[in-house]
């Protein structure tokens, strides 16, 4: 690993990150007079299987508006040539599903009994548990080979029918066919690895009743999808220690993160499940169009605080290669773009009654796939090179920053 050339042009100052067939454009202090430029975009893109270039010209374009006077500049690329699919393939490598319990502004419930929900008699310890959680392992148990569209039009007359206003959601950084079977286990011969948390926060205010409940349903569905329960493979982060001695606090889920993701290959199927508090704070680096960030709340958070969505992603989805398979499962209020990636299935009320004009319980009249996510932040993505960045501005050694690089990508 090694930095080829620090450039300063048109008001950017340009650094590359070297690393064996793929390089790495960091794009720091964007801007400078005139109308060229960037727009704002802090970013960081990667480039694979192509020779390795040290011309700056060939690759800043990409991202630069075109015109511009005063300070110079401009000759990039039209914005109209600025191809979404291909750059969310870059920024997220891996094939990454996220379904979230509610929409941003809704509260995810906590069931005090979920035998209403029918679930199978060997699945989980019964009582508490998540209204999302329970709804969704029993649709799947009842409906082993249903798609992605029915399970969350099935999952959602459920709650209905109890009373509940959540809407589930998913999410992804690909567009879905939302026909597809619903599928955790891709089973392409890859390494098979699930880490589950469930908080019930014992003890302190908004104490909880169903959320290890919920961790030890999803461990009886994962196991009878092939996924292994030895702790090499499975690991476990709950609040109670007659279930594991492992607490879900701070350290422990970035640590989860680290271990999960860590040597996954291209056909590795990944999983990844939360059952907790989750919550909404005040954006603090402007890469979310509302203002807010997503997150979770660890056992500890009084004390370290609560999880954004910033770290979520720079944790767990970054470091993902291209051809892994992470499937998440966020049973947590305020959950709808937890992750922000890149697509999203609106599945409101409207969007439903269009999609089953036949009623609830009737054939779908046509099969969407997933749509850009207006919120999605390509600023967020470049948060995460900047962060190497930093490493190198502060006199971080060459090693420093293939350690940053290999902590954030791979």
């Given at each position: 690993v090694g930095v080829s050339s620090v450039v300063v042009a048109d008001g950017r100052e340009t650094t590359r990150v070297i690393t064996g067939d793929c390089m790495y454009t960091l794009l720091t202090k964007l801007g400078g007079g005139g109308g060229g430029g960037v727009r704002g975009v802090r970013g960081v893109f990667l480039f694979c299987g192509g020779t390795v270039t040290t011309e700056v010209p060939e690759v800043v374009p990409r991202f630069g508006g075109g015109g511009g006077g005063g300070g110079g500049g401009g000759g990039g690329?039209?914005?109209?040539?600025?191809?979404?699919?291909?750059?969310?393939?870059?920024?997220?490598?891996?094939?990454?599903?996220?379904?979230s319990g509610c929409q941003d502004q809704q509260t995810s419930a906590d069931v005090h009994d979920v035998q209403s929900f029918g679930l199978p008699e060997n699945v989980g310890p019964g009582g508490a548990g998540g209204a999302c959680t329970n709804s969704m392992i029993a649709t799947l148990s009842a409906n082993p080979n249903i798609s992605w569209l029915e399970l969350l039009q099935k999952m959602q007359v459920m709650l209905k029918q109890k009373g509940y206003s959540q809407i589930p959601q998913l999410s992804g950084s690909r567009s879905l066919d939302m026909g597809q079977q619903v599928q955790i286990n891709t089973q392409e011969g890859g390494n098979l690895r699930s880490l589950l948390v469930g908080i019930n926060y014992v003890g302190q205010k908004g104490e909880l009743r169903g959320c290890v409940n919920d961790v030890l349903v999803m461990k009886q569905y994962l196991v009878s999808q092939g996924f292994p329960e030895d702790d090499s493979n499975m690991r476990i982060l709950v609040d109670d220690p007659n279930v594991s001695p492992l607490e879900p606090n701070y350290?422990?889920?970035?640590?989860?993160?680290?271990?999960?993701?860590?040597?996954?290959?291209?056909?590795?199927?990944?999983?990844?499940?939360?059952?907790?508090?989750?919550?909404?704070?005040?954006?603090?680096?402007?890469?979310?169009?509302?203002?807010m960030d997503e997150t979770i709340i660890p056992v500890d958070y009084r004390s370290a605080g609560q999880m954004r969505d910033d770290t979520i992603f720079e944790k767990l989805i970054a470091p993902l290669p291209k051809g892994c398979h992470l499937t998440c499962v966020m049973d947590c209020c305020h959950s709808g773009t937890v992750m922000d990636l890149p697509y999203m299935f609106k599945a409101d009320g409207e969007t439903m009654e269009q999609i089953f004009q036949d009623g609830e319980e009737g054939p779908p009249a046509f099969t969407p796939n997933m749509t850009m996510n207006p919120a999605f932040s390509w600023e967020k993505v470049g948060a995460v090179a900047m962060k190497v960045w930093d490493v190198y501005q502060g006199g971080g050694s060459v090693q420093d920053m293939g350690a940053a690089v290999t902590q954030f990508f791979f």
């Open positions: 690329a039209p914005e109209d040539d600025f191809d979404p699919v291909a750059r969310s393939e870059e920024a997220i490598p891996a094939d990454v599903r996220m379904f350290s422990n889920i970035v640590e989860g993160f680290r271990w999960l993701v860590e040597g996954a290959g291209p056909a590795d199927s990944l999983f990844f499940h939360y059952s907790g508090h989750g919550g909404q704070l005040p954006d603090d680096d402007g890469d979310e169009k509302d203002g």
